[in-house]
T-cell receptor, first 111, second 116 residues
Framework: GQQLNQSPQSMFIQEGEDVSMNCTSS?????WLWYKQDPGEGPVLLIA?????ELTSNGRLTAQFGITRKDSFLNISASIPSDVGIYFCAGRIQGAQKLVFGQGTRLTINP | NAGVTQTPKFQVLKTGQSMTLQCAQD?????MSWYRQDPGMGLRLIHY???????DQGEVPNGYNVSRSTTEDFPLRLLSAAPSQTSVYFC???????????????FGPGTRLTVL
């Protein structure tokens, strides 16, 4: 079953606001990935994290690999209309040969 | 370099029909996988393959078969379609799975399947 808890499930914000979302688990992860999915498309990789404590940016996006290795965070600064979509976290549990996915955070932006 | 490709993009089946969803990648990735996406359920793993000739079950394998005869292709077969298999299906690939930094998966555009 689902081993990742992603929150919030949805967000309604104003353009220009910052956004934060996170994923937590009771298991230790070796890899954390953040994806964005636009309507009718497949998920697209935003940021990949491979070491505990790692902080990585991709433009206005910043993600962190939690030091406990059981959580990860994604922040979006100064949101713009094209940030609308569903954001998924995913991770590989230590020793596993597959990824597990969070249920997604649906981001809606009011102009 | 086309990445991960999937065909068809849309498909409507009647209950009991069989069909094959195609997936191909041109990145020489060893690891390939199939997911289904349902509203509120995120992405659930159906089957995966760590290399040609090797496949294994994921979280929701019932009603689906896979085979991996080449590195490039990983077709998903629905044996006898049921309405519960109405979903969006994504194929994904990565260099490997189990070694840090090579397990980043890249997704295809999806196949939207409706079973009546």
């Amino acid at each position: 079953g689902q081993q990742l808890n992603q929150s919030p499930q949805s967000m309604f914000i104003q353009e220009g606001e910052d956004v934060s979302m996170n994923c937590t688990s009771s298991s230790i992860f070796n890899t954390w990935l953040w994806y964005k999915q636009d309507p009718g498309e497949g998920p697209v990789l935003l940021i990949a994290l491979y070491k505990a404590g790692e902080l990585t940016s991709n433009g206005r996006l910043t993600a962190q690999f939690g030091i406990t290795r059981k959580d990860s965070f994604l922040n979006i600064s100064a949101s713009i209309p094209s940030d609308v979509g569903i954001y998924f976290c995913a991770g590989r549990i230590q020793g596993a040969q597959k990824l597990v996915f969070g249920q997604g955070t649906r981001l809606t932006i009011n102009p | 370099n086309a990445g991960v490709t999937q065909t068809p993009k849309f498909q409507v089946l009647k209950t009991g029909q069989s069909m094959t969803l195609q997936c191909a990648q041109d990145m020489n990735h060893e690891y390939m996988s199939w997911y289904r996406q349902d509203p509120g359920m995120g992405l659930r793993l159906i089957h995966y393959s760590v290399g040609a000739g090797i496949t294994d079950q994921g979280e929701v394998p019932n009603g689906y078969n896979v085979s991996r005869s080449t590195t490039e292709d990983f077709p998903l077969r629905l044996l006898s379609a049921a309405p519960s298999q109405t979903s969006v299906y994504f194929c994904a690939s990565s260099y490997s799975m189990g070694a840090t930094s090579t397990d980043t998966q890249y997704f295809g555009p999806g196949t939207r399947l409706t079973v009546l």
